[in-house]
């Protein structure tokens, strides 16, 4: 257990649909990460919210969405999905500190969508 | 953050050292050499980092040469589950908070019985 809870670990939805992830980080993390990974592809960055407030965008869709939450959970919202969309969706979370030296990951959630 | 190149597959036998090469050329004095693996469909885990001593933690060693433009993970006594995506990747520590890190496409190690 890494300390990132990410739920659902699986998710099958059909085309056109909403789904939420949702990302619990670590205790003490203030930054919380979103990456995508289609198959056989590599990790690519979405988007990062410390402490509430969006920090840095990345290849994330306007079809995508995230927040992080006063509890610094955080979900990421896919509507009007396609099958492209399907892949693993990643959380990672991080300490901010000079010293920082870990991202800790979640196990993911495998969306499919059909 | 500075770029990476790193051989896009490997194979060690088991029980023998697994050493994975790493390019970072362009590397600037104030940026850190990280690894992350990832074995397959998990997320990617942190392994060791360091910015211009070698290091050294109970999963791995990092050599980082004297010019930092290549370092070199080593995996003293690999075994099968030592089986994944190595990743290197070159970013800054700043304050404030944490940016993302940036995986290019790893090295896939596979450990051979």
């Known amino acids: 257990d890494s300390g990132v809870t990410q739920t659902p670990k699986h998710l099958i939805t059909a085309t056109g649909q909403r789904v939420t992830l949702r990302c619990s980080p670590r205790s003490g993390d203030l930054s919380v990460y979103w990456y995508q990974q289609s198959l056989d592809q590599g990790l690519q960055f979405l988007i990062q919210?410390?402490?509430?407030?969006?920090?840095a965008k990345g290849n994330i869709l306007e079809r995508f969405s995230a927040q992080q939450f006063p509890d610094l959970h955080s979900e990421l919202n896919l509507s009007s999905l396609e099958l492209g969309d399907s892949a693993l969706y990643f959380c990672?979370?991080?300490?901010?500190?000079?010293?920082?030296?870990?991202?800790?990951f979640g196990s993911g959630t495998r969306l499919t969508v059909v | 953050d500075a770029k990476t190149t790193q051989p896009p597959s490997m194979d060690c036998a088991e029980g023998r050292a697994a050493n994975l090469p790493c390019n970072h050329s362009t590397i600037s004095g104030n940026e850190y050499v990280y690894w992350y693996r990832q074995i397959h469909s998990q997320g990617p885990q942190y392994i060791i980092h360091?910015?211009?001593n070698n290091e050294t933690n109970e999963m791995a060693s990092l050599i980082i040469t004297e010019d930092r433009k290549s370092s070199t993970l080593i995996l003293p006594h690999a075994t099968l589950r030592d089986t994944a995506v190595y990743y290197c990747?070159?970013?800054?520590?700043?304050?404030?908070?944490?940016?993302?890190?940036?995986f290019g496409s790893g090295t896939q190690l596979t450990v051979l019985p």
């Open positions: 990672a979370s991080s300490v901010v500190d000079r010293q920082t030296y870990g991202y800790t």
């Open positions: 990747i070159v970013r800054e520590i700043s304050s404030g908070s944490a940016r993302q890190l940036t």
């Open positions: 360091g910015l211009k």
């Open positions: 919210y410390y402490n509430g407030e969006e920090r």
